[in-house]
């Protein structure tokens, strides 16, 4: 067993909950992954660190979750001997049995017997009329803004969409001093009474929430519910100056800014799962495409692993648990022992955030009927700046009712994003069009560079 | 169930394919188009869109010219645009003596409609001064230029639909007989139709087909390797590909008129015909960034945002199988048309067209007849 230990060459991709508690569970299973990050520091997304040399304190980067924050910086910190870290390292292709690097500019490849994806999520967004104007970022651009560099992205901010997002990054505002000018939620109060059941699974991650939404109550920030986003306003020259909503009553409402963040939570980063060749599959639920795991994150290739939000959408909490699920698995594969009492403890508490995730998925539903609601010269897909009008029209007069095959016509989908803020929406958009439903349009298909790739990437002579 | 009847029946629906449906429309012919999955997907839908004469085996430039002809009738021709722009061609070559055999090629009397002009040393680097030092020459072709490949077998088929042809998308052959007068084909899904006349149009797919009729032949399968940079102002009109030897520096870039640029060749890839995927191998990739640095060193500080590959026959000659078959009476080839058969298209198209509905064709196709597999499979049937 110590040959497998040591013979097995283990890599874990992405250092954020999930990664750093698959490493800490290998790491005490006597293994030395790898772990690859792109980032200059672990903690991933949520938690991810200030540069080196900042100092604000846990509880101003982190408000509420900074206990969990600290904990898991300070398992990382633990396990920086034990395992080979290499931050700073986009992995951005594979090939059976071999990642591709980036890192600075050189390439190198790394090889592998097991890979355990742990690539987190990236927001989720629905356009609307004017997105495209410079002021408007995504919940999670927003909130990095905030965490990495201290810096506001505007000087009156609307937060607009709809999730736990929303309220996490617009009190994490209001608590560094920006001005926040309202919290426009497409979600109604009634979806939210009717999920309370769901919800109630995980009391704490509900009275955190309620906690938010006290908070902004508190900091007098207008929050209005069950609206329906309808343009942000602005112009080429001077960007963003303010966004026009139907309130729940049906009037509308016009709120001043000069910095807009959206959101509808999050969508998994599946790209090197896809090119590995992992199945994928519907969720109703959240009616996204996740990928098709078993309960501890095998997926349908061999020796391809996956947790937290890369896999399914269900949080940090849960993402430190999968985490832990996913190294026992590789392990239990390996032929090594298990703690199975620890592994039940994870299934248990994994089991408990799918029903609050669940919960949050009807409480914050995706708001698909507004890509139907989409006018025509509203662009969807910002990279390429491809209006809804004309992925319509590859719709209906080219007859392109699957998603890669509409992009191949319009060119959703085509630009340096590879899809991430605008596939779901796309998709959306060709399934009105079409008349058919979303599952069965299909998904854009992953295609490398995962992320875009300079050309003066060089290998690194060995 | 019903036997569908057509004049002819098409197998295979990429550009030749919908070419074809649509010229023989023009020329009366009822047809019915069969692709297994979708209109354009494999070779014709991710080559590199070069809309390219010069370099092509001067046998072949009878059949480019006349391609060439219908290119610029587009879009008029088919109703849509397939974002070609005539925006000149020019291959270049690190290598002195390579200069005296593009200036060979040039003066090549089948070459003569390309008003090819040889440039060297100065000369070059003052009309394209974005070249890096290495280049030593090129010859440029003022009228070829490029296209979107994405959409040009799809106009073609959705041109021949609106012309009344019959266009069947994921319908997979299962078998082909040829009773009496006709071709019999039934399809996976349980559907039979019939024609006198069948033309296989079925790509890096088509040999499955001529074997079936006796008549293999040794096609070989590979990926293409292409890659698409960020948008960036556009200054390059013109497509440039290099003049060489030697596989790793046989790299050509367009700039689409949004900005792009794009980027083929180098070490082709094996693809899985099982799953009908070809993969990008990251090395190819490495080596377009080392070679495009190379010709154009301005390109270093861009990103590329996406690659992709297709599937492509090859023949060893490097030549298509184009013509009729050579031991049944009614069937047609246009296949294996060797990772050049884009420009090609509109072209096959039509001459197949007329050779289907004429019984022969204004354009020599005499050297892309499958006859030249012939004796050399009779050979090797001998020896095994």
Redesign the interface.
């Known amino acids: 067993m110590a040959t497998a230990r040591l013979s097995t060459r283990v890599v874990i991709v992405g250092a954020g909950p999930a990664g750093t508690r698959c490493a800490e569970t290998l790491v005490a299973a006597g293994f030395k992954p790898i772990l690859i990050d792109e980032n200059r520091r672990d903690g991933g997304q949520i938690y991810r660190r200030q540069p080196e040399g900042f100092t604000r304190d846990y509880a101003t980067l982190y408000g509420t979750e900074a206990s969990k924050a600290n904990d898991l910086h300070q398992s990382f910190d633990r396990l920086r001997g034990q395992i080979d870290y290499r931050p700073d390292t986009l992995v951005w292709n594979l090939t059976p049995g071999q990642l591709c690097c980036v890192s600075q500019g050189r390439h190198s490849t790394v090889d592998y017997d097991a890979l355990i994806l742990c690539t987190g999520a990236t927001d989720r967004v629905m356009p609307i009329e004017g997105w495209q104007l410079a002021g408007t970022y995504s919940l999670g651009g927003a909130q990095i803004a905030l965490k990495s560099q201290a810096v506001s992205i505007g000087h009156r901010v609307v937060f607009m969409g709809s999730g736990p997002l929303l309220y996490l990054v617009a009190s994490q505002y209001v608590k560094a001093g920006a001005k926040v000018a309202a919290v426009l939620d497409t979600s109604p109060l009634s979806k939210r009474i009717l999920a309370m059941p769901k919800l109630l699974a995980c009391p704490g991650l509900l009275f955190a929430g309620m906690k938010l939404l006290a908070q902004l109550y508190r900091a007098k920030i207008p929050v209005h519910l069950g609206i329906s986003p309808l343009q942000v306003h602005g112009d080429a020259s001077s960007g963003v100056s303010g966004v026009r909503v139907r309130t729940a009553r049906g009037e509308t409402l016009t709120v001043d800014c000069d910095a807009v963040a959206l959101g509808y939570h999050l969508r998994p980063e599946t790209q090197l799962a896809d090119l590995a060749g992992c199945r994928m599959r519907f969720d109703e639920a959240s009616s996204q495409w996740w990928l098709a795991t078993d309960e501890d994150g095998r997926t349908s290739v061999s020796g391809v692993y996956a947790a937290g939000d890369g896999s399914k959408i269900r949080g940090a909490d849960a993402a430190e648990h999968a985490g832990k699920l996913v190294a026992m698995a590789l392990l239990e594969d390996q032929q090594q022992p298990v703690n199975a009492g620890l592994r039940d403890e994870q299934r248990h508490a994994l089991a408990v955030m799918d029903k609050f995730r669940l919960g949050l998925a009807q409480a914050f539903p995706w708001p698909s009927a507004q890509a139907k609601a989409l006018p025509d010269q509203a662009i969807v897909c910002r990279c390429e700046m491809i209006t809804a009008g004309e992925l319509r029209r590859a719709v209906s007069e080219k007859g392109a009712c699957e998603v890669n095959r509409a992009k191949a016509f319009s060119r959703v989908g085509m630009g340096r994003c590879q899809g991430r803020y605008c596939s779901q929406a796309g998709a959306e958009v060709i399934a009105a069009a079409a008349g058919v439903s979303v599952q069965q349009v299909g998904r854009q298909r992953g295609q490398a560079p995962v992320k875009p790739l300079s050309m003066l990437t060089e290998e690194v002579s060995p | 169930m019903t036997v569908q009847k057509a004049d002819v029946v098409i197998v295979g629906g990429g550009i030749m394919g919908s070419a074809a449906a649509f010229f023989l429309r023009q020329r009366g012919q009822s047809v019915i188009l069969l692709e297994r999955d ?1 209109i354009g997907q494999y070779a014709s ?1 991710v080559n590199f869109g070069n809309v390219r004469r010069q370099g092509r085996y001067l046998g072949q430039l009878e059949l480019a010219n006349r391609s060439w002809a219908l290119w610029k009738r587009l879009p008029e021709l088919i109703d849509d645009d397939l974002e070609f722009i005539a925006s000149g061609h020019l291959r270049v070559c690190y290598r002195e003596d390579e200069i005296a055999e593009l200036q060979a090629y040039a003066d090549a009397p089948e070459a003569e409609q390309l008003d090819l002009k040889i440039f060297r040393g100065e000369e070059l680097h003052q009309r394209f001064p974005f070249l890096g030092p290495q280049v030593k020459g090129g010859s440029y072709a003022p009228h070829d230029g490029h296209a979107n490949p ?2 040009a077998a ?1 106009a073609f088929a ?1 041109a021949a639909r609106r012309f009344g042809a019959r266009i069947e998308e994921r319908t997979e052959v299962a078998e082909v007989h040829k009773v009496g007068d006709a071709f019999s084909i039934r399809t996976t899904d349980g559907r039979e139709f019939s024609a006198e006349r069948l033309l296989v149009t079925a790509g890096a797919w088509g040999q499955k087909l001529s074997a079936q009729f006796g008549e293999p032949v040794p096609l070989e399968t590979k990926g293409p390797q292409m890659a698409v ?2 948008p960036v102002p556009y200054a390059l009109p013109t497509v440039i590909g290099v003049y060489t030897k030697i596989e790793e520096e046989m790299i050509y870039f367009r700039q689409i008129p ?1 900005g792009n640029i794009v980027i083929g060749g180098g070490y082709r890839s094996k693809p899985d015909m099982l799953t009908r995927r070809a ?4 090395r190819s ?2 080596n377009q ?2 070679q ?2 190379r010709l154009l060193p301005g ?10 590959s297709g599937i492509e026959g090859y023949l060893p000659d490097s030549l298509p199988v184009m013509g009729p078959s050579g031991t049944v009476d009614g069937l047609y080839y246009a296949f294996g048309f060797s990772g050049h058969g884009f420009q090609l298209g509109p072209g096959v198209g039509d001459v197949m067209a007329e050779l289907i509905s004429t019984g022969s064709t204004s354009t020599s196709i005499l050297p892309f007849s499958i006859n030249r597999f012939a004796s050399s499979v009779e050979q090797r049937s001998k020896v095994s």
């Open positions: 979708q839908g994405r959409l799809p959705r940079t960020e949004r993969q990008v191998e990251p990739i490495l960034f080392e495009m640095r390109v270093g500080n861009l990103n590329i945002i996406r690659v992709w």
